[in-house]
């Protein structure tokens, strides 16, 4: 269970430090092929809504920056 945290913790340390634009483009990617497996599972794929989706996060955490630690 140790190892496991150790891994968050890592992981969590490592988002954290990314920089604005890194952010958002990860989250983005990370919410269209997470909604694009869902598609693929459910048995409708459908291209447009991952693609949309991803975009659309990357523009608002881009926009509202909410890895910005208050200082």
């Given amino acids: 269970m140790?190892?496991?945290r150790q891994v968050y913790?890592?992981?969590d340390n490592w988002v954290w430090?990314?920089?604005r634009?890194?952010?958002a483009i990860l989250t983005g990617i990370i919410a269209a092929l997470c909604s694009l497996v869902i598609?693929?599972?459910l048995g409708d794929p459908?291209?447009?809504f991952p693609i949309g989706i991803g975009l659309s996060?990357?523009?608002l955490?881009?926009?509202s920056n909410p890895n910005q630690r208050e200082e």
Avoid: M, P, Q, V
């Fill in 57 to 59: 996060l990357t523009i």
């Fill in 39 to 41: 598609t693929f599972a």
């Fill in 2 to 4: 140790d190892g496991l």
């Fill in 21 to 23: 634009g890194k952010y």
């Fill in 61 to 63: 955490y881009y926009w």
């Fill in 46 to 48: 459908n291209y447009g």
């Fill in 9 to 11: 913790r890592r992981l």
């Fill in 17 to 19: 430090g990314l920089s």
